[in-house]
C-alpha cells in the first residue's frame, strides 16, 4: 500500500503569514493528490485534487504543486479562518491519506 | 441542498455488530461511487469501503476486511455499512462520502462529505 507522510505534524503560524505545508508519497502517484480542510467536529472540506486544481469557491489563497512523490499545500496570507488540520490524500491505488497537519495560532 | 446525513453511531462492546445508515439528498445519488471514511481518535483519516453506483463492485481497506460489508438502496438514496467482530481499534468518527467526478471522469477525491457518526467499541 501506498504510504502519505505529511509535515510537519504541527505548525504555529500567525494570520497574514505564508504557510507551507509538505506531503511525501511512497512511491509516485503522479498528480493523483488531494488536499482537505477539516475544523474540530466538522467535515473535512475538499481543497485541491489533481495536485494542483482549485475546489470551486475554495480561496485563490490556497494553492497545490508537485507531482510523482512530493507535494506541496501552500496558503498565502493565512486567514482566521485557516487555522485548522489538513489532510492530504492519494488515489492512485486505493485511497491513503497523511496524518494530517494542524495549523494553529 | 446537496448533503449527506450518516446515522447509527453507537457504544458497542468488542465482538459486536452495528450498522450505519447514510442518508443522501440533493445530488444524483444513484450515479454516484461513494464510500466510508473514518478518523479514529487523535489520528488521521482512514479509508474504509467504496462502492459503486449500482452496488456491483466493492472494495475494503484491509483492517476491515471480511467484518464489515458495504451496500445501498438507491431507491432510498441511501447507503450503509455493517461492522461486525467490532474492535477497539474501529472507534471512530465515520463519514460517509461522494467521490468527485469532472466531465464525467472520476477524479478521486471527495466532494461531499456527511458530518460524521461516532461509534465507540468498548466493554
Known amino acids: 500500500d501506498i504510504q502519505m507522510t505529511q509535515s510537519p505534524s504541527t505548525l504555529s503560524a500567525s494570520v497574514g503569514d505564508r504557510v507551507t505545508i509538505s506531503c511525501r508519497a511512497s512511491?509516485?502517484?503522479?498528480?493523483?493528490l488531494a488536499w482537505y480542510q477539516q475544523k474540530p467536529g466538522q467535515a473535512p472540506k475538499l481543497l485541491i485534487y489533481?495536485?494542483?486544481t482549485l475546489e470551486t469557491g475554495v480561496p485563490s489563497r490556497f494553492s497545490g504543486s508537485g507531482s510523482g512523490t512530493k507535494f506541496t499545500l501552500t496558503i498565502s496570507g493565512l486567514q482566521p479562518d485557516d487555522f485548522a488540520t489538513y489532510h492530504c490524500?492519494?488515489?492512485?491505488?486505493?485511497?491513503?491519506f497523511g496524518q494530517g497537519t494542524k495549523v494553529e495560532f | 441542498q446537496v448533503q449527506l446525513v450518516e446515522s447509527g453511531g453507537d457504544l458497542v462492546k468488542p465482538g459486536g455488530s452495528l450498522r450505519l445508515s447514510c442518508a443522501a439528498s440533493g445530488f444524483m445519488f444513484s450515479d454516484s461511487y461513494m464510500t466510508w471514511i473514518r478518523r479514529a481518535p487523535g489520528k488521521g483519516l482512514e479509508w474504509v469501503s467504496y462502492?459503486?453506483?449500482?452496488?456491483?463492485?466493492?472494495s475494503y481497506a484491509d483492517s476491515v476486511t471480511g467484518r464489515f460489508t458495504v451496500s445501498r438502496d438507491n431507491g432510498r438514496s441511501s447507503l450503509y455499512l455493517r461492522m461486525d467482530s467490532l474492535t477497539a481499534d474501529d472507534t471512530a468518527v465515520y463519514y460517509c462520502?461522494?467521490?468527485?467526478?469532472?466531465?464525467?471522469?472520476?477524479?478521486?477525491?471527495?466532494?461531499?462529505w456527511g458530518q460524521g457518526t461516532m461509534v465507540t467499541v468498548s466493554s
Open positions: 489533481q495536485a494542483s
Open positions: 462502492i459503486t453506483p449500482s452496488g456491483s463492485l466493492t
Open positions: 462520502a461522494r467521490e468527485s467526478r469532472a466531465s464525467g471522469s472520476l477524479l478521486g477525491a471527495f466532494d461531499i
Open positions: 490524500q492519494q488515489y492512485d491505488n486505493k485511497w491513503t
Open positions: 512511491q509516485s502517484i503522479g498528480t493523483w
